[in-house]
């Protein structure tokens, strides 16, 4: 599985093991999410899920390193937290695929605020989120129709195409905008990434 205790460096293989690391994991997201990574302690995340402090550091060498785990198992299950399928992302319906970014740009705004400050200074941070990326995008890229996913240059276009929608969602994110202007540069979008994915 790959899965390492940290003071024993066995693998986790125990299913009460496996299920405890999961439950810090999620904790931490939560937290994070509702107050912030640099406000949250590892004591919290462990006493949320009813763990000592101790148990945390069995399975995460300190609080970066439970930060890095979760926001892997975050990315890795993107799918459950923004309520899409990577194979209906641009097939057919892309307000619907827009609608799935702003959700996770919505439910997670201040935690995807600090991250990408994280982003920016942190190496690995910075690593894990251009290793998810470029998954990401490949996985996409993959249940593209054969005839777009076929075309020169379609990946590339796919990366602009989520550029776009990213930058859509972080202007949305300012809440500088009127409702008015929101709509319309809703509606740019959409049409913009239509004509790259078409």
């Known amino acids: 599985m790959g899965i390492k205790q940290r003071r024993t460096d066995s693998d986790v293989i125990q299913p009460r093991a496996i299920a405890t690391r999961q439950k810090i994991l999620d904790s931490a997201l939560k937290l994070y999410a509702s107050q912030g990574y640099h ?26 390193e439970i930060l890095l785990a979760a926001l892997e198992y975050a990315f890795s299950n993107i799918e459950n937290l923004s309520g899409t399928d990577s194979r209906d992302v ?7 695929s827009l609608s799935a970014f702003e959700k996770i740009h919505t439910d997670f ?15 690995d941070v910075r690593t894990l989120y251009d290793n998810v990326t470029q998954t990401a995008i ?7 129709p054969d005839e777009l ?14 550029g776009i929608m990213e930058n859509y969602c972080h202007l949305c994110m300012n809440r500088s905008l009127g409702e008015k ?16 994915l078409v």
């Open 39 to 64: 406000s949250t302690t590892v004591d919290q995340i462990a006493k949320n899920v009813g763990l000592s402090v101790g148990v945390a550091y069995r399975y995460f060498k300190n609080k970066k």
């Open 90 to 96: 641009f097939n057919g319906n892309l307000s619907q």
């Open 109 to 123: 705004h201040d935690l995807h605020e600090e991250l990408e400050g994280l982003r920016h200074t942190d190496e």
């Open 138 to 144: 490949k996985r996409m890229h993959e249940t593209l």
């Open 149 to 162: 996913r076929n075309r020169p240059g379609s990946l590339v276009d796919l990366y602009i195409a989520v």
């Open 181 to 196: 202007e929101i709509k319309l540069m809703r509606d740019k979008t959409l049409k913009l990434v239509q004509e790259l």
